[in-house]
């Protein structure tokens, strides 16, 4: 498990916008990370009604970046790509607002492509067990 303290500094998402607590696992495919952002009253995204599961596609996105900058970290690199999320494709919702939830969001990202310019990913956030949403994402490094 990796805390928030070992991996904040690697993506660009700062404050209550750092919507994941922990890593549970990663390898070179794939990361699991988990969030209780969700219930919290200072959640960026949430709205009047509460948090769409549509800013689910958010917490997936964040997971991507976030395996994207571990697996540069392994390889030695030192500086972070910056990277643009340019689609989201296939995106399922199979609920409507998710801040009533107890407990914490499973979040899963898997790598399908990545290169120097680019990566795609399939993500797919669960709350025990059940799917809430997921789809694939794609992310492109300006300047590479």
Known sequence: MLDKTDWAHLIPHAGAMCLLDAVLAWDDRSIHAVSAGHARADNPLRGPRGLHAVHLAEYGAQAM??????????????????????????????????????????VHAECLQADGCSAQYAFRVQHRGAVLASGRAAVIHPGA
């Open 65 to 106: 970046a976030l395996h994207g900058a571990l697996r540069a970290r392994a390889a030695g690199e030192t500086t972070q790509r910056p990277g643009l999320l340019v689609s989201l494709r296939e995106v399922r919702l199979d609920a409507e607002y998710v801040d009533r939830l107890d407990g914490l969001l499973d």
